[in-house]
């Protein structure tokens, strides 16, 4: 890991200049002005209630979509989601309820390789290379979250 992505996560936390590109990249991604892939999500914070947009990249395989953490289990909008019981609304041009159900670790794999192919900007985050054998994603998948979109009337699978 090295470079300007890295340094503007220190310590797996946002530093203020990326915090800003992080609110601009939100409003730029909710409107559709980015990759198809590339939404926002707003979530209640879990201590003010307020909503926070977190620019995102959804993953699609299997025919199922997900959301990868590319800081891992430091991210806030991890905790976030799991004190909202999941419910959150993505959106891309429009608003979308859904709720995020996470993955159990053996399935990760090839759910985080496809998010690397994805999300260029989370590649110097991750601990493997985006190229990688799903062994070594496999390594490394309990240390990434990874949430499952599901409809926000449906229940968990």
């Known amino acids: 890991m090295g470079g300007v992505m890295t340094w503007m ?62 800081l891992g289990e430091k991210a806030n909008w991890v905790a976030n989601v799991r004190a909202a019981g999941g419910r959150v609304v993505l959106r891309r041009r429009r608003r979308e309820p859904v709720r995020l159900v996470e993955v159990p670790v053996a399935q990760r794999p090839p759910i985080l390789r496809r998010h690397l192919a994805l999300a260029p900007g989370a590649r110097p985050h991750a601990p493997v290379d985006r190229h990688a054998p799903l062994d070594d994603f496999a390594r490394v998948a309990a240390g990434i979250p990874v949430f499952r979109i599901v409809a926000a009337e449906s229940s968990a699978r």
């Open 9 to 70: 996560y220190r310590g797996g936390r946002p530093s203020r200049p990326a915090r800003m590109l992080n609110a601009l990249a939100a409003w730029q991604y909710g409107l559709g002005l980015a990759p198809r892939h590339w939404m926002t999500m707003e979530v209640p914070g879990r201590r003010t209630g307020r909503t926070i947009s977190v620019p995102i990249v959804v993953a699609d395989h299997d025919g199922e979509r997900y959301v990868v953490s590319m």
